[in-house]
């Protein structure tokens, strides 16, 4: 787009295809282009800038408002993780146990992926680096168990937080979306209240089938935010648009990298600018 | 024939098919539809839907999947697997072992990612898991060091197959992306397999292509294809980058993996 271009439909069919790139799926592209298209059209803009001024403003129009998390009066504050395969959850879980560390609070990790090769030595190796308790129990045990058991001695040691990390589940599968309700009906049995928080780890890269899982998680376990992981790669999670305009989600984080410290706390002007740079 | 087009173009928007190749896509399959032979008892919507499940079928590999894997003429031959974070290529390398294994090669796994906490321990319990062995080492020293080793061993040993579980990278990483040319000069492999998620979105095709640009990929495996994902990152990637899906990932275990069906898979992604 140039300087004094007017907007026209070749315009709009640009912008339209950007908003498809950046996954906020052809819905949501087409009825922002109409959108844009009322405000602005047969009007010659002052520039490209002003053009994408707009659409800004209508994408964060779409997004749920800032809401504080969840603290309860008494601690730990629970923290549950959730999410399909290989979104990003032990890794994230590990990066929250090394910010709450270096804010000073006490932090108690249940390694409660009690199934995948490595994965309790995988969460185990994160929490000891930032210094965090981590319990855990044998392969093959029960991932309630371990939920129960890290919540008994979340409160027995007066830690600040307890983050559960679960094993990536496909929500297509009932069984382990049973599994996943049975670990917060035991978190909550043990701590009233809990889990304060519970965060959806989506990909970053993933399509369309984002908005399904936050709708088939958050039937199991309500969903209180998302963390959109891998930003740091070129994928723009404009999926989290669609759920928050569906399902009022906020995302809570944003993952831009493997280490400890490469964890953003989401901030919607920086996200939209991303969307469409 | 406008109204059936427009219908497919949002169906395989909505299946994540990236929205370059849909537009050239639909392009393609218009002419076709135009020029095909009319078929008396086909309105011209049910003319389109022919072409478009024909056109389908041929860019998702016609047959190319059911191809072998390569056998290189000095063994062992090595098969690199390679892709984004997260894609599943530790529990793929236990799948293809197992499958190997059935059809009467002997594989050997070499875990050489050396940055994922705990990665070469997963490798390890992965291939025990599916009855394979397995070149273990402490984690230390450089990927394409332990990558070497590992081929030295398995020519030493008698296995003719070294399955390399290479670490989760970005295509943007520069560093990354040199040491995964770097791996490829070290071990020369007969297959370069490309490990993406069914659920992969826009981004599938600037992935695939930059892995392309770097290295000489002769296969996809998709993985999670248990999932509801529609999969149309299958159809951007062999679209774009001309490499065939060769294997599709459906489950967790050893057992869950099938030679790629693209009928199949046409048909997932029309929904
Ligand atoms: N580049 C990048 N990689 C990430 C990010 N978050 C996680 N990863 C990587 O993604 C891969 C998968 O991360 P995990 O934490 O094991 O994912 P998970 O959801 O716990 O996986 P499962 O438990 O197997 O379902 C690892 O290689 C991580 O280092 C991120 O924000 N950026
Ligand atoms: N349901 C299902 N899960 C799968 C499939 N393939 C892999 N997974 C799961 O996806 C998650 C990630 O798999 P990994 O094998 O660790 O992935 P990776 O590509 O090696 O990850 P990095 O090494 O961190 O890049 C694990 O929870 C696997 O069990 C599949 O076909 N179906
Ligand atoms: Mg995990
Ligand atoms: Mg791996």
């Known amino acids: 787009a140039s300087a004094g271009r007017p907007v026209d439909d070749a315009l709009l069919d640009e912008l339209e295809e950007a908003l498809l790139s950046a996954d906020l799926g052809p819905e949501l592209a087409a009825e922002l282009r109409d959108r844009l298209g009322q405000r602005l059209r047969g009007e010659a803009v002052g520039g490209p800038d002003q053009v994408l001024g707009v659409l800004r403003e209508e994408i964060l129009a779409l997004l749920p408002p800032r809401v504080p998390e969840t603290r309860p009066t008494a601690p730990p504050r629970v923290t549950l993780v959730v999410g399909v395969n290989g979104s990003g959850k032990t890794t994230t879980a590990g990066k929250l146990a090394a910010l709450w560390g270096r804010e000073g609070r006490k932090v108690v990790v249940a390694a409660a992926d009690t199934f995948r090769a490595a994965a309790v030595e995988q969460m185990a190796i994160w929490a000891e680096r930032s210094g965090a308790e981590v319990v855990r129990s044998q392969p093959g045990a029960d991932p309630a168990a371990v939920a129960f058991d890290a919540a008994r001695a979340a409160r027995a040691r007066h830690a600040d937080e307890l983050l559960v990390d679960t094993a990536g589940r496909l929500h297509n599968k009932k069984p382990l979306m049973d599994e996943l309700a049975k670990i917060a009906r035991v978190i909550a049995k043990e701590i009233p209240g809990a889990p304060h928080e519970t965060l959806l780890v989506l990909d970053g890269t993933t399509g369309r089938n984002a908005v399904i899982q936050a709708r088939e998680f958050t039937r199991v376990a309500p969903v209180s935010g998302l963390v959109l992981t891998k930003l740091d790669g070129t994928a723009r999670g404009g999926v989290a648009v669609a759920i928050g305009r569906e399902l009022g989600i906020p995302v809570r984080y944003v993952g831009v990298g493997e280490a400890a410290d490469d964890l953003l706390l989401f901030e919607a002007e920086e996200y939209v600018a991303g969307l469409l740079a | ?271």
Not at chain 2, 49 to 78: H, K, N, Y
Not at chain 2, 150 to 169: P, S
Not at chain 2, 219 to 226: P, R, S, W
Request: proline share 5%.
């Open chain 2, 1 to 271: 024939m406008d109204a059936a087009l427009r219908e497919i173009r949002l169906a395989l928007l909505e299946a994540d098919v990236s929205f370059k190749v849909v537009r050239d896509f639909l392009a393609r399959v218009r002419e076709k539809a135009l020029g095909a032979d009319v078929i008396q008892s086909l309105t011209p919507g049910q003319q389109v839907i022919r072409v478009v499940r024909d056109e389908l079928v041929g860019l998702l590999g016609g047959g190319a999947a059911t191809r072998p894997l390569a056998i290189s003429s000095r063994p062992p031959s090595v098969y690199m697997l390679c892709g984004l974070q997260g894609s599943g290529k530790t529990t793929t390398i236990g799948k293809l072992g197992r499958w190997l294994k059935k059809s009467g090669r002997h594989p050997l796994v070499a875990p050489v990612d050396l940055q994922r906490p705990a990665a070469v321990l997963q490798a390890v319990q992965v291939a025990r898991g599916a009855g394979l062995a397995v070149y273990e080492h402490d984690g230390t020293g450089s990927p394409v060091e332990r990558a070497r080793e590992a081929v030295r061993h398995a020519r030493q040993k008698g296995f003719d197959v070294v399955l390399l579980d290479t670490a989760g990278r970005l295509h943007v990483d520069e560093e990354l992306m040199d040491e995964l040319a770097a791996l490829r000069a070290a071990v020369e492999p007969a297959e370069i397999l490309y490990v993406a998620d069914a659920m992969t979105g826009q981004d599938a095709v600037r992935s695939a292509e930059a892995f392309k640009a770097r290295v000489p990929l002769t296969g996809v495996i998709l993985t999670k294809l248990d999932g509801d994902a529609r999969g149309g990152a299958a159809l951007s990637v062999a679209a774009i980058t001309g490499v065939p899906v060769r294997f599709a990932g459906i489950g967790e275990k050893p057992e869950a993996i099938e030679v790629f069906d693209p009928e199949r898979m046409a048909g997932r992604i029309l929904g």
